[in-house]
């Protein structure tokens, strides 16, 4: 049930984006306009440094909030919606009835860490999990959230005991409340984040839900992330995709381009390298799905930066409350000589994979640092970051020429300018407000190139390399504190 675009060229299409701090709904037409957008703020709750959640219904009822908003709309009243598609928060976890529909416990958020003592004893099993699952140990992903659910939640034991229990990826839930019939199904992309999806075959894994000691008869179905999941309920609109929130970015623009790197910067960054067909395994770096249908499957080389906008929010809580976005371009252009910033927040993501200490400044001799310069210091710590991923990267042979960078903290031109200097590449910024909820369209369209010309020089910011010795200086030294190379 994919929909033809010479059918449907008159008609939108509906993209939802459940995100971290909210939740989206836009209307596209086929040249990849939006003509309909709605949002509402979602709440994060930090029960602790480690406990990290959000509230379900607070989610459910965000979706079907914009969803009606855009539905409202006199253009899409006057043209009709086509298709649509969900993209969805990766990694974060939920436990449901399967009967009702009704949550059963908070949404614990991919940041949560809770369920990180239930790793140690799987460390020796950490390479074999990771070339089925193309992920590494981590808290951060679903499979030991899932069993800390079964082993410290007693509201579970009753729906578990009469067969009602399901759990899962969030996008799961949010299928199940959103289309006909309530099924139990996730696509491949957010199944894979959970750690026990086998990355190669596309379906749960016997040998990973032993590890973990999880029953497969309490996860949904793995279908394609471009399949038929349903008509959104009360509407004749099929739901024709579902990815993860970064892999339906790096679709924004439209078809993928051989040997550009993927960079989108949000509460988080996602280095993103498309292998095509070929599914490539990289000792410090993760292997995912970009998207898949039942023709075929491809892959990514992904890279994590934990600390990106979290860095910058962290700054933001330390110096009281100060607005650090309205002034970073200002700063970016001003600061001369910031000081160098150990970025730790939410742990080294890759290719460290590490939990270090409180993040620290390393100062430059010359006295202690200005808000202004310290600021500058912590985007510099998120390219820095971004740069070693992409070195790891070039290791393997895979040519990168192009840097395509998204998300809300590419609206900043230093930084992106700052990236060009350090990688040495041209650094293109396209002109795509909502690079994850324009890429769930295009894939929910079943589009095969970009969005009528939207990838031409009109529609892109190019940042072109400049010397950088000086930025080069303090990646070195920034290197070296984390001991790279």
Not at 59 to 66: D, G, L
Not at 363 to 369: F, I, K, L
Request: charge should be neutral; include cysteine; proline fraction near 5%.
């Amino acid at each position: 049930m994919m929909v033809s675009p010479a059918q449907q060229t008159e008609k939108l299409i509906l993209a939802l984006d459940v995100g971290t701090l909210s939740v989206r709904a836009s209307a596209y037409d086929y040249a990849g306009n939006a003509l309909a957008f709605a949002d509402r703020p979602i709440k994060l709750n930090q029960v602790s440094s480690s406990k990290i959640e959000q509230d379900p219904v607070e989610i459910k009822t965000a979706v079907h909030q914009v969803m009606q908003q855009v539905f409202a709309d006199p253009i899409v009243q006057q043209r009709g919606i086509a298709c649509a598609g969900l993209a969805s928060q990766r990694s974060s976890i939920v436990a449901w009835n399967r009967t009702t529909g009704e949550p059963l416990t908070p949404v614990f958020s991919w940041q949560d860490r809770r369920a990180a003592e239930y790793l140690v004893p799987l460390a020796s099993k950490g390479t074999a999990i990771k070339k089925k699952s193309g992920l590494f140990l981590s808290p951060h992903y679903g499979a030991s959230k899932l069993r800390w659910m079964l082993d410290n939640c007693p509201e579970l034991e009753r729906p578990l005991q009469n067969k009602e229990l399901i759990f899962g990826p969030l996008a799961a839930y949010v299928i199940a409340n959103l289309v006909e019939g309530q099924p139990a199904i996730v696509d491949h992309v957010n199944a894979s984040r959970t750690q026990l999806m086998d990355l190669q075959k596309h379906q749960w894994s016997s040998e990973l839900l032993r590890e973990f000691g999880i029953a497969r008869e309490l996860l949904p179905d793995c279908q394609p992330t471009q399949s038929y999941f349903g008509n959104i309920r009360g509407t004749e609109i099929p739901l024709t995709a579902v990815n993860g929130d970064q892999n339906a970015a790096i679709h924004g623009p439209g078809k993928l381009d051989d040997g550009t790197l993927i960079v989108n910067v949000g509460t988080g960054a996602f280095v993103l390298l498309s292998t095509g067909v070929q599914l490539m395994h990289h000792p410090s770096l993760l292997a995912s799905i970009a998207n898949s249908s039942e023709a075929q499957v491809t892959y990514l080389l992904e890279g994590t930066v934990n600390g990106a906008g979290a860095a910058i929010k962290w700054a933001s809580d330390q110096w009281g409350g100060l607005d650090l976005i309205t002034n970073l371009e200002r700063w970016l252009n001003e600061a001369k000589k910031p000081p160098v910033f150990i970025n730790t927040i939410g742990g080294l993501g890759s290719p460290f994979w590490r939990s270090e200490q409180n993040p620290y400044f390393l100062e430059n001799g010359s006295g202690e640092s200005s808000v202004e310069e310290k600021a500058v210091a912590i985007v510099e710590s998120i390219l820095f970051l971004i740069a070693i991923n992409l070195e790891a990267m070039s290791h393997t042979g895979q040519s990168v020429k192009r840097i395509r960078i998204t998300g809300g903290l590419s609206a900043l031109d230093g930084l992106c300018q700052r990236l060009a200097n350090l990688t040495q590449r041209v650094v293109l910024r396209p002109e795509v407000k909502q690079a994850t909820s324009q890429g769930i369209a295009w894939l929910a369209a079943n589009l095969t190139q970009g969005w009528n010309d939207l990838r031409d020089g009109a529609h892109v910011d190019y940042f072109l390399p400049k010397d950088g010795r000086s930025l080069k200086a303090r990646y070195r030294q920034f290197c070296s504190e984390l001991g790279w190379r």
